[in-house]
């Protein structure tokens, strides 16, 4: 059984007295309705799941509705569970979901609530502002290397290419069929239903186009003054910041930011972007598997694209900070931050970079205290991303 972890952590929740409403949030195709389900199968009391994706939705009524047989199965057995997965397609549904919640308590009815939702920055974004004090998020993550090795038997190199989507794994095979399966099933429904709907978006062939760049500069700084002259658009840098914010919330596409110390720091002006899955760089190249592997700096490219998306992954829902450094032609791939523990991590991909190792001088300046190598002889690749990021950070 995979992602064990975030089950257990549905299960305690779930069986304390009704407290708060359980989020359990992450990009699509990742395991949230599955988790859901195993959670009442394992969970001894009535229940009751519908999906918002199912419904033809005017309003609210839907919600309603659901919410409705909840009640009647708490009160028929003394409590009950509520799932609704999709919950970001009925509109308004936070402003519903803390009425009906409000009134279950004023009269006492043990139902407890489960709500699924396919972007975390978006549920977040509309939770802030209706049910601040009254929701717990549970993120799930992309598939690590470690589920995928186990559930499907993917070797490393399987791994770094086809990346972390459980559902594609069957179609690996199929190089065509596969690459359409990613575009049309994820990132177009990711794009178009998960941000487009669910928040306004002025530009939308912007952001589609961004999603791009970040896919085909992933692993390299690109300020946002030459993101605006690589898209071809007059749209501010603020706007492209915030659209890789909408990227990152969906579980696409995210820009580290340069470290800077102890220091106050802005928003840097020029983040380093990084895939969150591979597949999504991999399924819009040229390239199979077997030819990846022979252009030596494109696969270079994507092995480094996959141990970023292993710790941005690895890190959410924890208080580990993910940046990258570079002073002039010295860089640091990752500097990771965990209080006041820091750790600098080089990645030895055997691609030729513009950029020459700057542990040295980032040792110099901020006194990390410790200095990890990935690839090459150091820790090895496969090792690495077998391995939970927090474990690196252990004190």
Not at 77 to 83: E, M, R
């Amino acid at each position: 059984m995979f992602k064990r972890n975030i089950l257990n952590t549905i299960l305690k929740r779930l069986s304390e007295s009704r407290l708060f409403i359980q989020v359990l949030a992450g990009p699509r195709q990742v395991g949230k309705t599955t988790l859901a389900q195993q959670a009442i199968n394992e969970l001894a009391m009535p229940s009751h799941y519908a999906s918002a994706d199912d419904a033809s939705i005017g309003g609210t009524i839907w919600l309603e509705q659901q919410w409705d047989i909840g009640r009647i199965r708490a009160r028929q057995d003394g409590g009950a569970l509520l799932v609704l997965d999709e919950i970001q397609k009925v509109p308004r549904w936070s402003e519903v979901v803390k009425r009906l919640w409000e009134e279950d308590g004023r009269i006492g009815t043990d139902l407890k609530i489960l709500l699924l939702g396919s972007s975390q920055l978006l549920l977040a974004q509309v939770l802030t502002e209706s049910l601040a004090g009254r929701f717990e998020i549970v993120p799930v993550r992309h598939w690590t290397f470690a589920e995928m090795r186990e559930a499907f038997d993917f070797s490393l190199e399987q791994y770094i290419f086809f990346g972390g989507y459980p559902g594609a794994a069957a179609l690996i095979d199929d190089r065509q069929r596969w690459g359409r399966y990613i575009i049309d099933s994820l990132v177009e429904s990711t794009i178009s239903r998960d941000i487009l709907m669910m928040t306004r978006v002025d530009k939308p062939a912007l952001l589609r186009r961004l999603f791009k760049l970040g896919c085909d500069y992933s692993g390299q700084m690109l300020s946002y003054q030459k993101m605006v002259g690589q898209l071809q658009d007059v749209g501010n840098t603020t706007t492209l910041a915030h659209y890789l914010d909408l990227l990152e919330g969906a579980g696409m596409v995210a820009g580290l930011q340069k470290f800077a110390g102890q220091s106050v720091r802005s928003r840097a002006s020029s983040p380093k972007l990084q895939v969150l899955n591979t597949a999504l760089l991999s399924a819009q190249s040229q390239y199979g598997l077997a030819n990846a592997m022979e252009q030596r700096d494109w696969w270079g490219r994507l092995v480094e694209s996959a141990i970023g998306a292993h710790i941005k992954n690895s890190i959410v829902g924890t208080d580990i900070e993910c940046y990258y450094w570079r002073e002039g032609s010295l860089e640091v791939d990752f500097v990771l931050r965990r209080g006041g523990l820091v750790v600098a991590l080089e990645v030895k991909s055997n691609r030729s970079k513009e950029t020459l190792p700057g542990m040295d001088a980032f040792a110099r300046a901020f006194k990390p205290q410790r200095k990890l190598l990935v690839g090459g002889q150091g820790i090895a690749i496969v090792e690495f991303l077998a391995t939970p990021v927090e474990a690196w950070l252990a004190e």
